[in-house]
Nanobody
Framework: QVQLKDSGGGLVQAGSSLRLSCTAS????????MGWFRQAPGKEREFVAT?????GIPYVAEPRFVITKDQVNNAAYLQINSLKPEDTAVYYC???????????????????WGQGTLVTVAS
């Protein structure tokens, strides 16, 4: 099992950038991907980005989402550029554990989640 701790949220201005962090602990040798989802008030949780852990291949919902990793420190980072008010949401880190899943845009393959970090974008 892995435990995830995400951080880096806050109140930011539209047009700026923000970087979120997620650190994994536990059985990190079985990490196959780390990603981010977000959930805005009254909306369903949606895919933002994920990175294939060993190969470092990123998959993102929009080009302004940049996901990177630090494999030595078992950390993943999500940078969101050109922030918009509609980016306001709780952002959750999530892990693909035990195997890679090609349906990485769906919630179900992710069995381990961080507690979430709130991003609020002011216009």
């Amino acid at each position: 099992q892995v435990q995830l701790k995400d951080s880096g949220g806050g109140l930011v201005q539209a047009g700026s950038s923000l970087r979120l962090s997620c650190t994994a602990s536990g059985d990190t040798a079985r990490l196959y991907g780390m990603g981010w989802f977000r959930q805005a008030p009254g909306k369903e949780r949606e895919f933002v980005a994920t990175i294939k852990w060993r190969e470092g291949i990123p998959y993102v919902a929009e080009p302004r989402f940049v996901i990177t990793k630090d494999q030595v420190n078992n950390a993943a980072y999500l940078q969101i550029n050109s922030l918009k008010p509609e980016d306001t949401a709780v952002y959750y880190c999530a892990a693909l554990y035990g195997q890679w899943h090609w349906n990485y845009r769906e919630i179900d393959p992710y069995k381990h989640w961080g507690q979430g970090t709130l991003v609020t974008v002011a216009s």
